[in-house]
């Protein structure tokens, strides 16, 4: 769990989220990143497996949302996954393994929110605060390596060198902010 006001996007705000993630099993949800809860309507943005599908997405604050996805079934591999907001055209876009695999624009207005930032985990109730499946906590089957956050679009060649050239054969979870690499 991550508390910064760094990761708190606004409207207008620009961001990129990379990761690289091995998954178990692609049935049910398997967060890798989300910001906020549903609960209360304190959901910002997530990047997920979800029952066969690889989804980002961010919310209005008002149970709408505006996601970008692929078809997904592969578990016990690495892959990378960028996923991209620019706040100046409201497009999300998607990368999977260094290719674009979907990229939408919506008219939604992404949701302002102080919420912690979990890695790894869901919790579906504001309320909650125990780390406990009993809790409303689910966590991602697998593994999440080299988390980076960017606070711009970064360019779809960016995207290809972070996939082409960040090593996981040794993972060491990170989680950074930068506004790098372009």
């Known amino acids: 769990t991550v508390d910064s006001t760094s990761l708190d996007f606004t409207e207008n705000d620009a961001f990129t989220i990379s990761a690289w993630f091995k998954p178990d099993t692609t049935t049910g949800e398997n967060t890798i990143i989300r910001k906020g809860r549903t609960g209360g309507g304190k959901l910002e943005y997530i990047l997920r497996v979800n029952d066969g599908s690889l989804e980002g997405f961010y919310s209005d604050g008002n149970g709408n949302t505006a996601s970008v996805s692929t078809s997904f079934s592969d578990t016990g591999n690495w892959h990378h996954v960028v996923y991209r907001y620019n706040g100046s ?83 060491s979870f990170v989680t950074s902010f930068t506004s790098s690499p372009d």
Do not use: M, R
């Open 89 to 171: 055209n409201d497009q999300n876009t998607l990368f999977l393994d260094g290719t674009q695999v979907d990229s939408t624009s919506s008219s939604l207005t992404l949701q302002d929110n102080n919420a912690d930032l979990h890695v790894g985990a869901s919790f579906s109730d504001e309320s909650n605060t125990g780390c406990s499946s009993a809790n409303g906590a689910s966590f991602f089957s697998g593994d999440v390596d080299e988390v980076q956050f960017y606070d711009k679009p970064v360019s779809d060649s960016s995207v290809d060198n972070l996939y082409e050239f960040n090593d996981v054969s040794t993972p």
